[in-house]
């Protein structure tokens, strides 16, 4: 396949015109998800609620966009030197994906504690899996050796202009999907906020107006706190939540002043109502969504944010879910009789 030839760095800018030029760049390489309705949804929230199922991206989430997009906007010496990256999982999985499919060497630094089910993952598509101790060890300081010692480009999981883009695009499929009808409110998921950044200058493009919501674990709320302060907040745990997608330290520092200026709000949903998500989602609309995947709409179904009477438009991130929390999230349909 034929590469299209956009040269740009990591500190171009990122504007709705980067995410059209992403968008070019991966035509024939990412997938067009599909936007879903579904009644019984709407009748909860009071209004039209859409989902887009980015879970069915390549790598099975989002990450995939903003992974390959870095990867493709590589000169061809850095690509043969290879690429890392540092991750929870899906990044992870993105860029092993990517790398497999572009031929570029990938490895990519893990958490111990991350899913079995994305270690391995990385691990079937060719990738060097390094584990590390999230609460001892910095992934970044691994990460920057390797850029030293070997020579590989790091591909930051979401501070990063062209990741950003990447992510962006999914929101411009959404738009041309909607068909000419508006959005009023958007809800993200956010962990260092490439996904909810690239969504909301693509989004606030088409709709000037529309409210963008991130949506984070409880306890592990960085992006909402630094959004209602002065200045970037931390989080005081790195580990403790099942939304393991989300877990990033703080916002980052090209993310949080693309949500500033176009004033997101943020709401937080806890690993119980992640879970009910996840069963409604599989119930309702035979949709597999990792815990951190569906914390937007989680946040539909909790009534966290007010939507009646408008057009709601979800991210349902990733369905990189393990097998042992998917199986809590179908007990819980037992527990309810098998209704979503």
């Known amino acids: 396949m034929t590469t299209p030839v956009i040269p740009e760095t990591e500190r171009s ?3 709705v015109q980067a995410i059209h030029r992403a968008a070019q760049r991966l035509q024939g390489w990412a997938v067009t998800t599909p936007l879903l309705r579904c009644d019984e949804l709407d009748a909860h929230a009071g209004g039209r609620v859409y989902l887009k199922a980015e879970n069915l991206q390549r790598s099975g989430s989002f990450k995939f966009r903003g992974a390959c997009n870095r990867i493709l906007a590589l000169t061809p010496g850095a690509r043969a030197r290879g690429v890392v990256a540092y991750s929870s999982g899906n990044h992870a999985l993105a860029v092993s994906q990517a790398g497999r499919m572009l031929d570029v060497a990938a490895t990519v630094i893990m958490p111990a504690d991350a899913p079995a089910i994305k ?3 990385c691990r079937a598509s060719g990738a060097t899996v390094l584990l590390y101790d999230r609460e001892h060890e910095d992934r970044e300081a691994i990460g920057r050796r390797l850029v030293v010692e070997q020579g590989l480009t790091l591909v930051p999981p979401f501070d990063d202009a062209l990741v950003m883009a990447g992510a962006g695009t999914g929101a411009l499929e959404a738009v041309a999907q909607m068909q000419g009808q508006r959005v009023d409110t958007a809800l993200v998921c956010c962990s260092g906020g490439g996904l909810a950044a690239g969504w909301t200058l693509a989004l606030r493009a088409a709709w000037p107006d ?9 306890g592990f709320d960085d992006t909402g706190r630094s959004l209602r302060s002065d200045s970037a907040q ?12 989300l877990l990033a330290p703080a916002p980052g520092q090209l993310t949080l002043p693309v949500l500033r200026t176009h004033a997101a709000q943020g709401v937080t949903v806890s690993d119980a109502e992640a879970l009910e998500a996840m069963f409604f989602a599989f119930a309702a609309l035979k949709l597999v969504l990792e815990p951190g995947g569906a914390a937007p709409l989680a946040a539909v179904l909790a009534r966290k944010v007010a939507l009646e009477g ?3 438009l979800v991210v ?25």
């Open 13 to 15: 800018p990122v504007d």
């Open 119 to 121: 270690i391995e993952g």
């Open 210 to 218: 529309a409210r963008i919501v991130v949506v984070e674990p409880e």
């Open 234 to 245: 931390t989080n005081a745990r790195r580990s403790g939540s099942i939304q393991d997608a």
């Open 310 to 312: 408008r057009n709601t």
């Open 316 to 340: 349902c991130s990733g369905g990189n879910v393990d097998p042992a929390v998917f199986a809590r999230c179908l007990s819980l349909g037992t527990e309810r009789g098998g209704r979503a």
